[in-house]
Structures are given as C-alpha cells and as structure tokens.
C-alpha cells in the first residue's frame, strides 16, 4: 500500500484560493468516492474538512471544498486566511477495504 | 460532548506487547464505526486499523497486518489495540478515531480525534 501522492508544499496569500492534489490509484481514489481531508496545526489533533469527496462535517467553512477527477481528489481553499496555515493530508477507502492516506502537504500563508 | 480518550502508551523494548485502550463518551459508540491512526515523530499520517460498528469488518495496514489486533467492547465503549512483536518503526502517537457516519457498511471519514497515546519502542 503505497501513500496516496500530495505536493510538499503550497502558498497562498490571504484572500487567495488554493488547491491541494491528491493523487492515488484504480485501487482507491478512482474507484471509490470515499475521499477525507484533514486539517493539523503543530501539536494538534487533526481535524476533518471534507469526507466522502465533497461533503463537509457540521461546523466546516465553506471555503473548504472537495472534488474529485479520476484518480485525483483536491481540496480547494478559497479566502485563504492567516489560521488556514497547517498541515494537510488527504486519505481514501481502498479496494482493500483500508484506508490510505497521503504524504501531507504544508500550506503556507504569505 | 464526544470524547475518545486513549490510554496505553508507553516505552517498550523491541519485541515485546502493548495494549492501547480508548474509552468513549459523549455517543452512541455502538453505531460507528472506530480506528487507529499513528503519526511518527514528525511524519505523516497513517492508518493503523480500522472495525465496523458491529465488529462484522476488521482491517488493517500492510504495516502491522499479523501483529496488531483491533478489538472493541460495545457495552464498555472502549476501543482497543493489541500490538504484538513491536519494532523501532512502531514509535508514534496513537489516536483512535470515530468515523462521521452511523452504521455503515465502510469507513467515510476520521471525523472526531483523542488527543494520542505515545508508544516509544526502543532497547
């Protein structure tokens, strides 16, 4: 089970939008739309913005929107704010009724 | 208000056992479905295990597939982890999860996070 595969890094600058990749396989993101992100700020617990490719838990912004095409989800980060600053991974339900996720990526805010 | 509170953790030598406990409040435990996530120090997440709201469907990661056993004790809203023949590369927090939505037949989303448990493996 390989990670699923995200940029490194991003930057924005506030009011701007962002999107993060996520890139997986048959195996997972094509074929399932189970796709989560998540949210950690250093020394946090994660949190989750996006679950099953588009739909957001109770108390998400919606400046957090998901999407998906083939074997790539993205997170859209739109108003970018200053706290949007953190770490964030993507993860998938996978053919192997596992879960997978991807190597993060560290949004910056300029 | 939901709560997942880990217990367990500790420094262990190579090849031996440790039992993670999570103890939940605040829901209706018995409707979702529960796993463990682990995060290395500074690294990524990763998937450790996951068990359906009834224990009907059990998975694991290729990682700790025969090592590891997820259990969970409905009537005592508790989650637990069995991890046998520890490695160096088992050394991280441990956070055991709920998922978002109620009985279902798959995992949809880690929704709500303890604050981990840290197990360090080391001679």
């Known amino acids: 089970q390989s990670a699923l595969t995200q940029p490194a890094s991003v930057s924005g600058s506030p009011g701007q939008s962002i999107t993060i990749s996520c890139t997986g396989t048959?195996?997972?993101?094509?074929?399932?739309?189970?796709v989560s992100w998540y949210q950690q700020h250093p020394g946090r617990a994660p949190k989750l913005l996006i679950y099953?490719?588009?739909d957001r838990p109770s108390g998400i912004s919606k400046r957090f929107s998901g999407s998906k095409s083939g074997n790539t989800a993205s997170l859209t980060i739109s108003g970018l704010q200053p706290e949007d600053e953190g770490d964030y991974y993507c993860?998938?339900?996978?053919?192997?009724?596992?879960?997978?996720f991807g190597g993060g990526t560290k949004l910056t805010v300029l | 208000e939901v709560q997942l509170v880990e217990s367990g953790g500790g420094f262990v030598q190579p090849g031996r056992s440790l039992r993670l406990s999570c103890a939940a409040s605040?829901?209706?435990?018995?409707?979702?479905?529960m796993h463990w996530v682990r995060q290395r120090p500074g690294k990524g997440l990763e998937w450790v295990s996951g068990?359906?709201?009834?224990?009907?469907?059990?998975a694991y990661a290729d990682s700790v597939q025969g090592r590891f056993t997820i259990s969970r004790d409905n009537a005592k809203n508790s989650l637990y982890l069995q991890m046998n023949s520890l490695t160096t590369e088992d050394t991280a927090l441990y956070y055991c999860?709920?998922?978002?939505?109620?009985?279902?037949?798959?995992?949809?989303?880690?929704?709500?996070w303890g604050e981990g448990t840290t197990v360090t493996v080391s001679s």
């Open positions: 993860s998938s339900y996978t053919r192997s009724a596992t879960r997978l």
């Open positions: 068990v359906s709201w009834n224990s009907g469907s059990i």
């Open positions: 048959t195996s997972d993101v094509a074929s399932y739309n189970y």
């Open positions: 099953d490719v588009n």
């Open positions: 999860v709920k998922d978002i939505e109620s009985k279902a037949s798959v995992y949809h989303g880690m929704h709500v």
């Open positions: 605040g829901f209706t435990f018995d409707d979702y479905a």
